[in-house]
């Protein structure tokens, strides 16, 4: 059994589903508690199941601070700790179909619902995290960012900023908590294209899924999409112990995607020799 995570306590948002349950699984399998946080109570309450013992449920809105504050006062009270916080949560905006998210068309009210989420959640959960973890001194935050917050989207403008701004909050988190003298990290991860179920309704099941799934990742080096056990990995690393000298990084994890513009590697012709 892994054991990079024994006696660690960890509390997941956004992770009934997708990366933040691909990271929920591999965290309990490397011996840690997690408590896997969600708005979907149905589904997040039978993935926490599934886990086994050493997980739970809890009903987490992140962009609410009295949630917050329930959440983790409830973790300190049954465990005495929480070591580690993934800030996973998000939307896209997109998620009740077509709207227009350019910054010419957008509306201030769709603006700040990603916002909400995205940042705001981002914030709140730092602020509880290093409240929870100044009582040991220690402890490792990891805010799921994205390659949208590197880079412009211009038919995202909301989701690409709200990432970017995840992405800075990071370090800054990093520094005041270096600078408080408390051995508490934070750090960002960047996934790109990764198969989660936000890309299902593009993908359908039909004939031609495999085709469009090529066309998505056409500009992506590597040619395929990511897996939520590869964004999984990187934050089983953040978590442990092996990683106490990292924090304010990034990590970008999209398959080569951002290593220079139009990246895609030649292909090379096999010799007839």
Known sequence: MNTRLTSKVALITG?????????ARLFTQAGCCVYVTDINDELGA?????????????????????EWHRATTQILKERGRLDVVVNNAGITGFEAGPVRH??????????????????????????????????????????????????GIPGAAAY???KAAVRNHSKTVALYCAEQGL??????IHPAAILTPIWEPMLGSDADREERMAALVRDT?????GMPEEVAAVALLLASDEATYIT???FNIDGGLLAGSAATPAVVEKSSS
Not at 121 to 142: E, Q
Not at 221 to 225: D, K, N, S, W, Y
């Open 102 to 151: 350019d910054p010419e068309h957008a509306t201030l009210a769709d603006w700040q619902a990603v916002h909400s989420t995205n940042l705001d959640g981002v914030f709140l959960g730092c602020k509880y995290a290093i409240r929870s973890m100044r009582i040991h001194g220690a402890g490792s935050i990891i805010n799921i960012s994205s390659r949208s917050g590197l880079v």
């Open 221 to 225: 080096p590597l040619r395929r999409f």
């Open 46 to 66: 039978s993935f926490a199941t599934s886990l086994g013992n050493e997980a739970r449920y809890l009903s987490l809105d992140v962009r609410k601070e009295d």
């Open 183 to 188: 051995q508490i990290r934070c750090n960002s």
């Open 15 to 23: 992770a009934a589903q997708g990366i933040g349950a691909a990271i």
């Open 248 to 250: 304010g990084s990034e």
């Open 160 to 162: 690409a900023s709200s």
